[in-house]
Antibody
Framework: EVQLVESGGGLVQPGRSLRLSCAASGFTFDDYAMHWVRQAPGKGLEWVSGISWNSGSIGYADSVKGRFTISRDNAKNSLYLQMNSLRAEDTALYYC????????????WGQGTLVTVSS | DIQMTQSPSTLSASVGDRVTITCRASQSISSWLAWYQQKPGKAPKLLIYKASSLESGVPSRFSGSGSGTEFTLTISSLQPDDFATYYCQQYNSYSLTFGGGTKVEIK
């Protein structure tokens, strides 16, 4: 059974940093690209970032480019999101999502970790 | 970025109704479109990919159609478990984008 478990969320002040983690199990992690998708309270879904199986291809939404860094450790079956210079508008539930084989849509999602940016 | 516009934003329907949700892309995305269902407090669930391919395990009352810039998700006979919010997502360009969502409510 595929499982994606996010952690690392919490309350953080504007301008500070936070690192999210996603622990994956139930599939061959290094065969798949992985992504972060976020959802602000009461709002829709927003793609944040994605990383290929070997970290050779990485993409970011314009809203986080230059502030967020995605990475993965295939030996640990883990995905990460380093979030710097956080803003109030980054407040959201952050989902880790597995890319389907060969195309960037998402066949499995974690339950999310909540990031609240507030003073 | 490619903008995805869903309509309506809210839809009121009854059990047994045929329901259609529309998603329009700001430029052609061929058939690179997925549909998701999200229930309150839960993660999204993949329903349809490549515009019309049904994900394994998804009931056959769900169907997708369209290509280019206009797409539809149809629920042939709405069931109590289908009251949820539905999102489309384009994957034609790597700046992936979602529609704003359509909430299907009980009439």
């Amino acid at each position: 059974e595929v499982q994606l478990v996010e952690s690392g969320g919490g309350l953080v002040q504007p301008g500070r940093s936070l690192r999210l983690s996603c622990a994956a199990s139930g599939f061959t992690f290094d065969d798949y690209a992985m992504h972060w998708v976020r959802q602000a309270p009461g709002k829709g879904l927003e793609w944040v970032s994605g990383i290929s199986w070997n970290s050779g291809s990485i993409g970011y939404a314009d809203s986080v480019k230059g502030r967020f860094t995605i990475s993965r450790d295939n030996a640990k079956n883990s995905l990460y999101l380093q979030m710097n210079s956080l803003r109030a508008e980054d407040t959201a539930l952050y989902y880790c999502a597995k890319e389907s084989a060969g195309a960037p849509y998402f066949d499995y999602w974690g339950q999310g970790t909540l990031v609240t940016v507030s003073s | 970025d490619i903008q995805m516009t869903q309509s309506p934003s809210t839809l009121s329907a009854s059990v047994g109704d045929r329901v259609t949700i529309t998603c329009r892309a700001s430029q052609s995305i061929s058939s690179w479109l997925a549909w998701y269902q999200q229930k309150p407090g839960k993660a999204p669930k993949l329903l349809i990919y490549k515009a019309s391919s049904l994900e394994s395990g998804v009931p056959s009352r769900f169907s997708g159609s369209g290509s280019g810039t206009e797409f539809t998700l149809t629920i042939s006979s709405l069931q109590p478990d289908d009251f949820a919010t539905y999102y489309c997502q384009q994957y034609n360009s790597y700046s992936l984008t979602f529609g704003g969502g359509t909430k299907v409510e009980i009439k």
